[in-house]
């Protein structure tokens, strides 16, 4: 099976010349992306590692991390946000390998790297499974995986596409699924049959009318998780 849902992509290609406007569709990224890279990098220092960046979109994440110092490949299946972030890699000279390749071919190809990130992908996949399982396969031994999501409950659908979607118009309409949702447990087992360690998870804490980001406790909305490879 091929782990991808096409409609997905297409959603995603067509918002491609959103992606680096601050203040446009993807705001909110914009705003939680160095409090996820300052996570990453209070767990593992990120200069001169080898790291690959899944579902890469248009290079939000890849970059701030590039700009640390480390080795990044960052992929992605959608086409529109990979142009762009090829685009933006030519003003930004950084050193980005960007490439339209899936978990399961760089498993087949043997690659294998020092962090992996997989943020805010999994719930647009068929099988979420899948993908952390080949997270694993692609992780060196004593590497870090990061992968982040959105919980599925009454209150992350209130404010996550409810609110972010449909009435705050924060989040492009249609962005998320309900049903795709993962829940902390569900993303815990899914690690723990791939093998890994799981750390711990995070609460990501966003406050739109006042542009707050912040990590918590409180995994109930949008939540980071952290796992090795030991």
């Not at 200069?47 to 890469?56: A, H, R, S, V, Y």
């Not at 912040?214 to 030991?230: C, F, G, M, P, Q």
Request: glycine content about 6%; overall charge negative; some cysteine.
């Amino acid at each position: 099976m091929n782990n991808f849902d096409q409609q997905e992509l297409d959603k995603f290609s067509k918002l491609a010349d959103e992606w680096w406007n601050p203040n446009g569709k993807f705001k909110p990224l914009h705003l939680i992306n160095p409090l996820r890279v300052s996570y990453i990098e209070d767990k593992v220092k990120l200069k001169g590692l080898d790291i690959l960046d899944i579902g890469c979109g248009g290079g939000i994440l890849s970059e701030a991390l590039s700009q640390k110092g480390a080795n990044v490949t960052a992929i992605d299946l959608a086409d529109g946000p990979l142009e762009v972030a090829k685009i933006r890699q030519k003003e930004s000279k950084l050193d980005i390998r960007y490439e339209k390749k899936s978990t399961s071919e760089l498993v087949d190809e043997g690659n294998k790297y020092d962090v992996i990130t997989c943020l805010e992908m999994l719930e647009h996949v068929p099988d979420p499974a899948e993908i952390v399982k080949n997270c694993a396969d692609l992780t060196k031994n004593g590497g870090h995986l990061f992968f982040s999501t959105i919980n599925r409950n009454l209150k992350s659908f209130v404010f996550a596409i409810l609110g972010a979607e449909y009435i705050l118009n924060i989040l492009p309409q249609g962005t998320h699924e309900f049903e795709k949702l993962i829940k902390p447990a569900e993303l815990k087992n899914y690690v723990d049959a791939a093998k890994l360690d799981f750390e711990e998870v995070k609460g990501m804490s966003y406050i739109p009318i006042l542009d707050i980001v912040r990590l918590t406790e409180d995994s109930s909305v949008n939540y980071i998780v952290h796992a090795r490879k030991k």
